[in-house]
């Protein structure tokens, strides 16, 4: 049982950035509100660690009328303020939830502190239905969601005490990707995914299902999914790229004639739970194979270069991909490139591609 | 710092000259992305925000001048 909710502020009980939003300040988010009162009834405490000076936490108090155990405000690892929250209020790190809409932040305390339940706001706002939070009757999507959750913390403790490098721990545990051509049936999750994706989306713009079912008929171009599972549990499709100027997802038969030099990729998306395990590397490692064996010589990748993309930004670069430091257009992107010679991106045993 | 984001305590004192990425120390994104944290926290460089490729994660020794060169 969770006996303590730790939250964030910035973006998650606050609607906006609480020190960049001068006189105007931002309100409270009303749906975690409503959460925060619903557990305080339930006698689950709550407790703040944010980035933010200790007036923010005041303001937060304030406008929520909660009552919060413990206050953590300082630039230090968000790990190190839950480890200490944990210890003033005598509680197991077990005890204790996290909710930060930041990805890293939830990576960093997932990583140094595997037995805390680390949540996204979204899944913060329907966490008041999860067993962890209630005795009381649960749906089976509640159960499920929360069941994802229990696997991701029994990964993460694996994780921990495995020795070798990521390489060797995704094998140790059984990681399955699965590249495949987009079906119809998945264009809902990959709209939903186009949407929910920041952090790792190369595009920054959603695509509705209509443009999704016009790009799967099109003879110019593909949509390819990734699929991952492991030992641990099933996330189902996690991931997808288009690419356009090879082929088409309706065989070779339909395929444009004319060798292509260039492959366009105008979206790569990944979310935020196939993190560390290898799929985006393996898609970006694809892409590149499958570019190379169609002829092209050149696979370019547009990419808004923002702050929050920096992990989409690593993953290009560790697959060779360059852009020209002058290259940043006045929408914010730039076209990450690299020639298909020479020795690509490798794909590992335990993906499975066309 | 690399020891601790890759999980790889052997990383601790590989020469300068080891590539972060693949099949050097094995940088993938999210441990890039926790050690480019790591450098901003205790050395307040942002190295996202000034290197667009990313180029200064070749190697240790090129993150270290990167960073050298900014404080």
């Not at chain 1, 005598?90 to 930041?102: E, K, P, Q």
């Not at chain 1, 492991?230 to 004639?257: C, E, S, Y």
């Not at chain 1, 490139?337 to 590992?348: H, I, K, M, N, W």
């Not at chain 2, 052997?10 to 020469?15: A, Q």
Request: aromatic share 4%; net charge negative; glycine share 10%.
């Amino acid at each position: 049982m969770i006996k303590c909710v730790v939250w964030d502020i910035d973006n998650t009980l606050l609607t906006g950035v609480y020190l960049e939003s001068g006189a105007d300040l931002p309100g409270a988010d009303p749906e975690l509100a409503g959460v925060l009162r619903e557990l305080s009834g339930r006698g689950i405490l709550s407790a703040l660690a944010s980035r933010n000076p200790p007036a923010a936490a005041d303001y937060v108090q304030q406008l929520t009328g909660a009552d919060f155990a413990a206050v953590e405000c300082g630039w230090g690892s968000k790990a190190d303020a839950i480890g200490r929250i944990a210890a003033g209020l005598g509680l197991a790190t077990d005890a204790i939830a996290f909710v930060d809409d930041d990805m890293l932040e939830r990576a960093e305390v997932g990583a140094a502190l595997p037995d805390v339940l680390v949540l996204t706001p979204e899944d913060a706002a329907e966490a008041p239905g999860w067993p962890e939070f209630s005795p009381a009757v649960i749906t089976a999507e509640a159960r499920r969601r929360s069941q994802l959750y229990a696997e991701r913390r029994r990964r993460q403790a694996a994780a921990n005490e495995f020795g070798g490098g990521r390489d060797d721990f995704l094998r140790h545990a059984g990681t399955q990707i699965t590249i495949a051509p987009a079906v119809p049936d998945d264009l809902p999750r990959l709209h939903e995914l186009s949407v929910r994706t920041h952090q790792l989306n190369s595009a920054g713009e959603p695509v509705t299902q209509a443009d999704l079912a016009g790009l799967l008929a099109s003879p110019r171009d593909t949509v390819t999914t990734v699929r991952l599972a492991d030992d641990f549990g099933d996330d189902g499709l996690v991931g997808a790229a288009i690419m356009t100027g090879n082929g088409g997802n309706r065989g070779p038969a339909a395929r444009v004639p004319a060798p292509v030099l260039v492959v366009t990729v105008p979206l790569i998306m990944m979310s935020c739970r196939a993190l560390g395990r290898g799929a985006l590397d393996a898609l970006l490692a694809w892409l590149c194979r499958s570019a190379a064996a169609d002829g092209a010589a050149e696979l370019r990748v547009p990419c808004l270069v923002t702050e929050r993309n920096v992990p989409m930004r690593l993953a290009l670069a560790a697959a060779g991909l360059r852009a020209d430091a002058g290259s940043v257009a006045p929408d914010g992107r730039a076209i990450f490139a690299r020639r298909l010679t020479g020795e690509l991106p490798a794909l590992p045993d335990w993906v499975t591609a066309p | 710092m690399l020891a601790q984001v890759t999980g790889r305590p052997e990383l601790l004192g590989v020469p300068p000259d080891t590539p972060l990425f693949s099949a050097g120390a094995g940088l993938d994104s999210l441990a890039g992305t926790l050690l480019l944290r790591q450098v901003q926290r205790r050395y307040g460089v942002d190295v996202a925000a000034e290197d667009l490729n990313l180029d200064s994660l070749e190697t240790l020794g090129t993150l270290a001048a990167f960073i050298a060169a900014r404080i």
